[in-house]
C-alpha cells in the first residue's frame, strides 16, 4: 500500500473496480476519461514528486478511514437491509413464489430456503438501485465530460511540460 494507480474505466465491470476503490478514498481525479487523459494524468503525476510524495504519505490513511474499512457501518446498514427485505415480503403477504418456472408454497419452505430467498430477493433489488444510480452517473458524467470539452481551450496539440 502506498502506490497510488491511475486508472481508465471503460465498459467491462473488472475495468472499473479500481474507479470504485479510488472514488471511496476520494481519489478520483487519477481516473482517466480516455487515453490521452490516462497519459496526461500519468505523466502529471510523475512530474509533480512533492504531489506524489503526498500521495503516498496519504494514501493507506485514506484507505483505512474510507467506507471501504468500514466494518461495522457496513454490516449494520446490511443488516437493516435484511430486516427491510423482510419486512417487505411479510407486507407483500406473499404465498407463492416462482423459482426456475415452478411455484412454491412460501409455506412449505424451509427456514434455510426462505433465507435464501430473502439474500436472492435482497441482491436483486441492490443491483436494481445500483444500476438505476450506476445509470444516472454516467449520464452525468457524460454531460459534466461534454461541458469540459466545451470549456478547454481549442487547440491543435498540447504539449506536456510547456506553456506557450
Known sequence: MGVPVV???QDAVVSRQ?????SAIGL?????????????IAVELASNTEHLAQLRKDLRNKIQHSPLMDVQGFTAQLE????????????KNMTTIKIDNKDYELESL?????AQLANVQFV?????????Q????????LAYAKALTDALPKTDSLVFGTTH
Open 28 to 40: 478520483v481525479e487519477l481516473a482517466a476519461q480516455d487515453a490521452d487523459d490516462y497519459v496526461r
Open 7 to 9: 486508472t481508465w474505466p
Open 134 to 141: 450506476a445509470a444516472v452517473l454516467q449520464t452525468a458524467r
Open 124 to 132: 436483486d433489488q441492490e443491483l436494481q438501485r445500483l444500476n438505476a
Open 80 to 91: 437493516q437491509c435484511f430486516i427491510d427485505l423482510y419486512q417487505d415480503i411479510d407486507r
Open 110 to 114: 424451509s427456514d434455510e430456503a426462505r
Open 18 to 22: 479500481t474507479f470504485a476503490l479510488l
